[in-house]
């Protein structure tokens, strides 16, 4: 089945460490999003890629990395910089950016 | 800068009643979502109105678009404990360059119907 795979679903950050998010989709779409959510407020933008080796910054970008090498894949790195990284991250892809979203499943990261 | 607010974020109901969820957005666009939020779970994609006067349904759920009032509105009907979860609407914003294109997501209106 097509789809959008997060892993891992729960991450434990160190202080100091850097962390990455798995993204990968299946959907051969072009565009990809990374978006972070705290509770009970909605997602926002940190990074999006619309076509392959290209990506832009989004509305949160500061202490986070990304790179598009491949169509399919689109990690994130939570670096040390980042000083608040404890969130629920979700990913998402869709055909071009006029096209309805699809998200996966999402990645909760907490600080140890 | 493309502000969107929805109202209300707090929304308890009884099961068959009707009610609306507002999404008011600060700019024009060319594209709104309706999404849904299960507790701790991803977003599941409901709607998407592309035109003014746009109006889509789906069961007990129902969206629709104003453009010129920048108002977009997802109408429950007959509520069932079911339709309990977050809804967000999400905004497209496209800068005059084309050089950025995104969402811009609401805060979310938290429906809990109650038996």
């Known amino acids: 089945d097509g789809g959008i795979t997060q892993s891992p679903k729960y991450l434990f950050r160190k202080e100091g460490q850097n962390v990455t998010l798995s993204c990968e989709q299946n959907l051969n779409h072009d565009a990809m999003y990374w978006y972070r959510q705290d509770p009970g407020q909605g997602l926002r933008l940190i990074y999006y890629s619309q076509i392959v080796n290209d990506f832009q910054k989004g509305d949160i970008a500061e202490g986070y990395s990304v790179s598009r090498e491949k169509k399919e894949s689109f990690p994130l790195t939570v670096t040390s910089a980042q000083k608040n990284p404890t969130a629920f991250y979700l990913c998402?892809?869709?055909?071009?950016?006029?096209?309805?979203?699809?998200f996966g499943d999402g990645t909760r990261l907490s600080i140890l | 800068e493309l502000k969107v607010e929805q109202n209300p974020l707090f929304l308890s109901m009884q099961e068959g009643k009707n009610y609306t969820i507002y999404c008011n957005y600060s700019t024009t666009s060319d594209r709104l979502y309706w999404y849904r939020q299960d507790p701790g779970k991803s977003l599941e994609s409901l709607f998407v109105l592309l035109s003014n006067g746009a109006v889509k349904q789906e069961g007990r759920l129902m969206a629709s678009l104003d453009t010129k009032a920048r108002l977009s509105t997802l109408h429950i009907t007959a509520a069932v404990h079911d339709l309990s979860a977050t809804y967000f609407c999400a905004v497209g914003h496209r800068e005059w360059s084309g050089a950025t294109n995104k969402l811009i997501f609401g805060t979310g209106t938290l429906l809990a119907v109650q038996p």
């Open positions: 998402a892809s869709s055909t071009t950016y006029r096209e309805t979203q699809h």
